[in-house]
């Protein structure tokens, strides 16, 4: 399906509409809160000084400033965490819609919290705060990528459920926006600049009311037909959505009345150990290929490449937007040239390009134009991160699971990916000082893994239900003896 055909069809109903306004409790806070942090580093920094300062009548030293920011800097992941475990337990008993909604309320106590930090002269507050934040962006996140793929025909639904890792890094971009010195960027206005999110959640507290639940979980686990296609009529307009309803009809059948499983039952279930495999690695990939260190400490790389301080916020405004525009043209590929091939081409050339960067920086001070071409590799680095990894996640981790697995696996997901948000933010910094550019040859050799077991392992979801990608997974062997240490993968390649 083209793009023309796919806005006709988001225009039927008011799908668009309730696209971005799921997205702004989402995946868009979710990109914000990544980016806001790395504009407000030496404001952050100074503050944690001047509070020690007071506090204690010595300035702090250097390694104490350090382990207090990356603190800051991880409790994110850390709440962010906790808020992924429980989103089985809240969307199981509060549905799609009203969870998100009560998500929000609590980033209007984060909010709170981050302004008054400031004027109560306390970095523990900061940390409460993003720790708050970090919550609802794990919660909301996974909230958001169950709900927008329970929402959307199976048809689009690759370039539907893509809108999350649009909206992710329009959000990012709109978070280095915000972070310019012309507008919040400033040492007065540090801790607004960290609670921008909370504004979004206000606006979809008051807006997502007037939308349905999502039709899958209407139907497969509430068993309410006229309801479902009720939901599916006000979003995609008029119709009879036979197939789409027989569709869900027939997975409603296969799980036999069967529960939302448990995280729990999900890892020990040896029916999907290839589909957990298959979302570790590419999960892990993607929080270790570099991209999780680029968003939080942007700052921090650009200067040990040497580009002038004054134009560091200008040059991750340029990677921003990037990989926007990198992820609306993977929309316009990805139900075409497929899931597969778009992860394991961008993961090969991600590990290339993260190895010719440690060269540049190695290198940096025999030529003013070697730190530019540091820049050049990091923009060509995250433009093949946005059309490969970025985009196709979303679709892939919502395909691959039927309708009974999907909320605990969105668990483990979050697990995944705020383990590793939380390992990264905090060792991040050390890892800079004590292995600088080598620190990475560690990304380029994980992007590697990555691309090597897409190719060789994952089977294609493009234009498949649940139950035919599950079918495929299946059909994965692997083959030997006790005697005999080779081993034989089969898969369609």
Same mark, same amino acid.
């Given at each position: 399906?083209?793009?023309?055909?796919?806005?006709?069809?988001?225009?039927?109903? /008011?799908?668009?509409?309730?696209?971005?306004? @799921?997205?702004?409790?989402?995946?868009?806070?979710?990109?914000?809160?990544?980016?806001?942090?790395?504009?407000?580093?030496?404001?952050?920094?100074?503050? !944690?000084?001047?509070?020690?300062?007071?506090?204690?009548?010595?300035?702090?030293?250097?390694?104490?400033?350090? @382990?207090?920011?990356?603190?800051?800097?991880?409790?994110?992941?850390?709440?962010?965490?906790?808020?992924?475990?429980?989103?089985?337990?809240? $969307?199981?008993?509060?549905?799609?819609? #009203?969870?998100?909604?009560?998500?929000?309320?609590?980033?209007?106590?984060?909010?709170?919290?981050?302004?008054?930090?400031?004027?109560?002269?306390?970095?523990?507050?900061?940390?409460?705060?993003?720790?708050?934040?970090?919550?609802?962006?794990?919660?909301?996140?996974?909230?958001?990528? =169950?709900?927008?793929?329970? *929402?959307?025909? &199976?048809? !689009?639904?690759?370039?539907?459920?893509?809108?999350?890792?649009?909206? =992710?890094?329009?959000?990012?971009?709109?978070?280095?926006?915000?972070?310019?010195?012309? !507008?919040?960027?400033?040492?007065?206005?540090?801790?607004? %600049? %960290?609670? !921008?999110?909370?504004?979004?959640?206000?606006?979809?507290?008051? $807006?997502?009311?007037?939308?349905? +639940?999502?039709?899958?979980?209407?139907?497969?686990?509430?068993?309410?037909? +006229?309801?479902?296609?009720?939901?599916?009529?006000?979003?995609?307009?008029?119709?009879?959505?036979?197939?789409?309803?027989?569709?869900?009809?027939?997975?409603?059948?296969?799980?036999?009345?069967?529960?939302?499983?448990?995280?729990? +039952?999900?890892? #020990?279930?040896?029916?999907?150990?290839?589909?957990?495999?298959?979302?570790?690695?590419?999960?892990?990939?993607?929080?270790?290929?570099?991209?999780?260190?680029?968003?939080?400490?942007?700052?921090?790389?650009?200067?040990?490449?040497?580009?002038?301080?004054?134009?560091?916020?200008?040059? $991750?405004?340029?990677?921003?937007?990037?990989?926007?525009?990198?992820?609306?043209?993977?929309?316009?590929?990805?139900?075409?040239?497929?899931?597969?091939?778009?992860?394991?081409?961008?993961?090969?050339?991600?590990?290339?390009?993260?190895?010719?960067?440690?060269?540049? =920086?190695?290198? &940096?001070?025999? *030529?003013?134009?070697?730190?530019?071409?540091?820049?050049? %590799?990091?923009?060509?680095?995250?433009?093949?991160?946005?059309?490969?990894?970025?985009?196709?996640?979303?679709?892939?981790?919502?395909?691959?699971?039927?309708?009974?697995?999907?909320?605990?696996?969105?668990?483990?997901?979050?697990?995944?990916?705020?383990?590793?948000?939380?390992?990264?933010?905090?060792?991040?910094?050390? =890892?800079?000082?004590?292995? &600088?550019?080598?620190?990475?040859?560690?990304?380029?050799?994980?992007?590697?893994?990555?691309?090597?077991?897409?190719?060789?392992?994952?089977?294609?979801?493009?234009?498949? $239900?649940?139950?035919?990608?599950?079918?495929?997974?299946?059909?994965?062997?692997?083959?030997?003896?006790?005697?005999?240490?080779?081993?034989?993968?089969?898969? /369609? %390649?």
């Amino acid at each position: 399906m083209g793009m023309d055909s796919l806005s006709r069809q988001l225009v039927r109903g /008011k799908a668009l509409l309730f696209i971005i306004v @799921l997205s702004l409790g989402g995946s868009f806070q979710l990109g914000c809160n990544i980016t806001l942090i790395s504009s407000a580093t030496p404001f952050i920094k100074s503050f !944690i000084n001047s509070s020690w300062t007071e506090r204690y009548g010595e300035a702090p030293g250097e390694n104490t400033v350090t @382990l207090i920011w990356s603190s800051i800097a991880s409790s994110y992941g850390f709440g962010a965490l906790f808020g992924s475990i429980i989103v089985r337990w809240i $969307t199981n008993h509060l549905g799609r819609k #009203r969870a998100m909604i009560w998500n929000n309320a609590i980033n209007v106590v984060a909010l709170g919290t981050m302004i008054a930090s400031r004027f109560a002269n306390s970095f523990e507050m900061i940390m409460l705060s993003r720790c708050l934040f970090g919550f609802t962006s794990g919660l909301g996140m996974s909230i958001h990528a =169950l709900y927008l793929g329970d *929402s959307s025909p &199976k048809k !689009i639904r690759g370039m539907v459920s893509l809108t999350f890792a649009l909206f =992710l890094s329009s959000g990012k971009l709109f978070g280095q926006f915000m972070g310019l010195s012309e !507008i919040l960027g400033q040492e007065d206005w540090w801790n607004i %600049l %960290l609670g !921008i999110p909370a504004f979004f959640s206000i606006i979809q507290m008051v $807006t997502l009311p007037f939308f349905p +639940e999502a039709p899958r979980y209407l139907l497969i686990e509430k068993g309410n037909t +006229e309801e479902c296609k009720k939901a599916l009529q006000f979003l995609w307009g008029p119709g009879d959505y036979k197939l789409e309803i027989e569709e869900m009809l027939l997975e409603q059948a296969a799980l036999r009345g069967e529960r939302s499983k448990t995280l729990l +039952e999900l890892l #020990r279930d040896r029916n999907v150990r290839w589909q957990l495999l298959s979302m570790f690695i590419i999960q892990e990939a993607i929080q270790f290929c570099g991209i999780s260190a680029l968003s939080l400490y942007s700052f921090s790389i650009f200067q040990e490449a040497g580009i002038p301080v004054g134009q560091i916020r200008y040059v $991750t405004m340029g990677l921003g937007l990037s990989e926007v525009l990198t992820i609306i043209t993977c929309g316009l590929l990805i139900d075409r040239v497929g899931r597969r091939v778009l992860l394991w081409v961008g993961f090969g050339i991600m590990a290339v390009f993260m190895a010719l960067m440690t060269l540049t =920086l190695e290198l &940096k001070d025999y *030529s003013f134009w070697i730190p530019y071409s540091t820049v050049a %590799l990091l923009v060509l680095f995250v433009i093949f991160y946005g059309g490969g990894p970025a985009g196709v996640f979303p679709p892939l981790s919502h395909e691959i699971f039927v309708q009974s697995y999907r909320s605990a696996a969105f668990v483990f997901i979050g697990i995944l990916m705020w383990g590793g948000f939380t390992v990264v933010g905090f060792i991040f910094p050390f =890892l800079l000082v004590t292995l &600088k550019s080598f620190s990475f040859v560690l990304f380029s050799g994980v992007c590697l893994a990555a691309s090597l077991y897409v190719f060789f392992i994952l089977p294609e979801t493009k234009g498949k $239900t649940p139950l035919e990608i599950a079918e495929e997974f299946r059909k994965i062997r692997v083959c030997g003896s006790s005697t005999d240490m080779d081993l034989c993968l089969e898969t /369609k %390649l």
